[in-house]
């Protein structure tokens, strides 16, 4: 495992991928050529072959930023995770109306006490959450 430095990063991007993209193999590229360490958080392809993927990625600063210029100009639309979603717990009402909106499983109902429960770690940042609390327990920290 790489040592952390002042010039090493550990980000989380979304890839998007067009149909055209999804066969071709943009995480070995962003080992073999910009000696980046992916962690793959989520990963979907679609019927229609459009991908989907949340990286974490690891590796020095200079790297990372050629790997984000490589992605683009592969056509991937890349999102840079800066932002988090955080939850009020106190505030939370425990409707549940957020599990059912939050794509990757960062929130969920707690078996067999339907207790609200979030990891902030699974997070993506949709937002929908947000859009979805009533009681509004869940905010983007930016």
């Given at each position: 495992?790489?040592?952390?430095?002042?010039?090493?990063?550990?980000?989380?991007?979304?890839?998007?991928?067009?149909?055209?993209?999804?066969?071709?193999?943009?995480?070995?590229?962003?080992?073999?050529?910009?000696?980046?360490?992916?962690?793959?958080?989520?990963?979907?392809?679609?019927?229609?072959?459009?991908?989907?993927l949340?990286?974490?990625?690891?590796?020095?600063?200079?790297?990372?930023?050629?790997?984000?210029?490589?992605?683009?100009?592969?056509?991937?639309?890349?999102?840079?995770?800066?932002e988090?979603?955080?939850?009020?717990?106190?505030?939370?009402?425990?409707?549940?109306?957020?599990?059912?909106?939050?794509?990757?499983?960062?929130?969920?109902?707690?078996?067999?006490?339907?207790?609200?429960?979030?990891?902030?770690?699974?997070?993506?940042?949709?937002?929908?959450?947000i859009?979805?609390?009533?009681?509004?327990?869940?905010?983007?920290?930016?």
């Amino acid at each position: 495992m790489m040592a952390a430095t002042h010039d090493t990063v550990d980000k989380k991007v979304i890839l998007r991928f067009s149909p055209e993209l999804v066969e071709q193999p943009i995480v070995y590229q962003l080992v073999k050529e910009f000696d980046l360490i992916p962690n793959i958080i989520r990963a979907e392809v679609s019927p229609e072959k459009k991908g989907f993927l949340l990286l974490g990625l690891s590796g020095r600063e200079a790297d990372y930023r050629r790997a984000l210029l490589y992605l683009e100009e592969e056509g991937l639309q890349v999102q840079s995770l800066v932002e988090q979603v955080s939850w009020d717990e106190e505030r939370c009402t425990q409707c549940g109306l957020c599990t059912g909106v939050c794509p990757s499983g960062a929130l969920y109902l707690e078996r067999p006490s339907l207790k609200v429960c979030f990891e902030g770690e699974k997070c993506v940042v949709c937002n929908m959450c947000i859009e979805a609390c009533p009681a509004h327990a869940m905010r983007l920290d930016v």
